[in-house]
């Protein structure tokens, strides 16, 4: 079964503390492995699609790697505008989405 | 920019109601999700769609129906709510073929059931 586990489940920094999110994964023929923000009350906006390992993606203060079992999400010089909920989810190849449980982060002016 | 909206952003209705949540999305895309989002559970798949008038069920379809009459069109129908289906709700879309299809998600439409 295709499992999807993010870590921490949340995360305090101060602004301009670098960090990254995991997200690590279990599945059978990786089709995809997508990066979302979520803001409160709002539904998902997607940031990155990464489909092989070594793989790189990046946009503004946000990079995200790909390896055969995981993914990280760098946050560099983060900003209180950062703030969010982070979420991760893979697609096998002919299967659904599949979530992870989201990393809430704050981060602090 | 892929455009994906929701009918409404908050509903409140009586346990018993029978409940509409539409959904359209202006990209042309074949395929549509309904999702619940609770606290603790993540998102939860109820139903999709891979064409009109197609309709496969998720990993939690009960007490959910949905209804996809035109392309861009999948509405959810709560055919008599419980107070335990309150809950986000959001609607997702993808296009078909290329490398992966990144789902695009509408705005989410919160629902309290009394």
């Known amino acids: 079964e295709d499992q999807v586990t993010q870590s921490p489940e949340a995360l305090r920094l101060q602004e301009g503390e670098s960090s990254s999110l995991n997200c690590s994964y279990t599945?059978?023929?990786?089709?995809?492995l997508f990066w979302y923000r979520q803001d409160p009350g709002k539904g998902p906006e997607f940031l990155f699609t990464?489909?092989?390992a070594g793989e790189e993606k990046e946009k503004e203060r946000l990079k995200a790697t790909l390896t055969k079992k995981e993914s990280f999400l760098h946050i560099t010089a983060p900003k209180p505008e950062d703030s969010a909920t982070y979420l991760c989810?893979?697609?096998?190849?002919?299967?659904?989405?599949?979530f992870g449980p989201g990393t809430r982060l704050s981060v602090l002016p | 920019d892929v455009k994906v909206t929701q009918s409404s952003r908050y509903l409140v209705k009586r346990t018993g109601e029978k409940v509409f949540l539409e959904c359209v999305q202006d990209?042309?895309?074949?395929?549509m999700f309904w999702y619940r989002q609770d606290p603790g559970l993540g998102l939860r798949l109820i139903y999709f769609?891979?064409?009109?008038?197609?309709?496969e069920k998720g990993d939690i379809p009960e007490g959910y129906s949905v209804s996809r009459e035109k392309k861009e069109r999948f509405s959810l129908i709560l055919e008599s709510a419980s107070t335990n289906q309150t809950s986000m709700y959001l609607c997702?879309?993808?296009?078909?073929?290329?490398?992966?299809?990144?789902?695009?998600f509408g705005p989410g439409t919160r629902l309290l059931v009394l």
């Open positions: 997702a879309s993808t296009g078909v073929g290329g490398r992966g299809e990144t789902q695009y």
């Open positions: 599945v059978s023929g990786l089709r995809g």
């Open positions: 990464l489909y092989s």
């Open positions: 989810a893979v697609q096998a190849y002919g299967q659904n989405f599949v």
């Open positions: 990209m042309d895309h074949e395929n």
């Open positions: 769609s891979y064409d009109v008038k197609m309709k």
